[in-house]
């Protein structure tokens, strides 16, 4: 049998848009699991939140958090890259302050720091300023349609997710990602199949495999079906 990964971005793509997830949703997680196909949630959220969401869900038990530089199984955690993060809080407080919110997450974060957007600012002006402030420091910023994102260039979701089929013990046929957001689309970029809800923004459906029809959790479980039905399988198989 084919040794297959299917990793999945977790708010508003597992969740809906009110960032719940339902019972279908665990029970899509679960065919997988039965069809012997490896679940790896990746997220821009901190790593406990991740990794502690995939023991209580049906996952493979290795973790992909702040959008690929921590990547972890419970007993192993790698950390893929290296930010001043009170810099970049201090930064945020005196240059910033207009658009960006300190998240409570911060205090478990390596080196990804994240930021709520203050309530009215448009998403991309705050990235455009934000682009503007920690590109000087040589830092990347991404908007996840959640939160806004500060780390070092090389910490993406693409990076974490190898870092995660290591951990797993390699050896994969193919690997398939799922995803909404332009924090997704590294891991787009490095999976054999691609696909995102309906509700992604243009730049994101572009390097997409597959788009549903379906928004948020809705078109993760038609995605499940497609994947279910052998999508991006290597054609030897
Ligand atoms: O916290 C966020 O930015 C959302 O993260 P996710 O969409 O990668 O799960």
Same mark, same amino acid.
């Given at each position: %049998? ?6 999945? @971005? ?13 019972? =279908? ?31 209580? #869900? ?5 973790? !992909? *958090? ?6 972890? @199984? ?13 810099? /970049? #809080?201090? !930064? ?5 302050? $207009? $658009? ?8 478990? =974060? ?9 309530? *009215? ?15 000087? %420091? ?19 979701? *693409?990076?974490?997710? =190898?870092?995660?089929?290591? %951990?797993?013990? *390699?050896?994969?046929?193919?690997? /398939? ?9 590294? %891991? ?7 696909? $995102? ?29 497609? /994947?279910? =039905? ?8």
């Amino acid at each position: %049998m084919a040794r297959v990964a299917v990793f999945v @971005d977790v708010d508003w793509t597992l969740t809906d848009r009110e960032r719940r997830i339902s019972s =279908r949703v665990v029970e899509a997680l679960e065919r997988l699991q039965r069809e012997g196909y490896f679940v790896v949630l990746a997220s821009a959220t901190a790593y406990p939140i991740v990794y502690g969401l995939s023991r209580y #869900l049906p996952t493979s038990g290795v973790a !992909v *958090g702040e959008n690929g530089g921590v990547v972890g @199984d419970g007993r192993r955690l790698e950390i893929l890259g290296r930010i001043d993060k009170e810099l /970049v #809080l201090r !930064v945020a407080r005196e240059r910033l302050s $207009c $658009c960006l919110e300190d998240s409570w997450q911060n205090l478990f =974060r390596f080196v990804d720091v994240t930021f709520a957007l203050r309530k *009215g600012v448009d998403p991309g002006y705050a990235v455009g300023e934000a682009r503007h402030v920690f590109g000087a %420091m040589g830092l990347e910023v991404k908007y996840s349609g959640v939160a806004l994102h500060v780390h070092p260039p090389g910490v993406n979701k *693409g990076v974490g997710l =190898r870092k995660a089929l290591e %951990m797993l013990g *390699g050896g994969f046929d193919y690997v /398939v990602a799922v995803g909404d957001s332009e924090v997704d689309v590294d %891991m787009f970029r490095v999976a054999d199949f691609s696909a $995102c809800p309906a509700h992604a923004p243009e730049e994101v459906k572009k390097e997409a495999s597959y788009v549903a029809k379906a928004p948020y959790s809705d078109g993760f479980l038609e995605i499940v079906d497609v /994947v279910l =039905r052998g999508a991006g399988k290597p054609a030897k198989e």
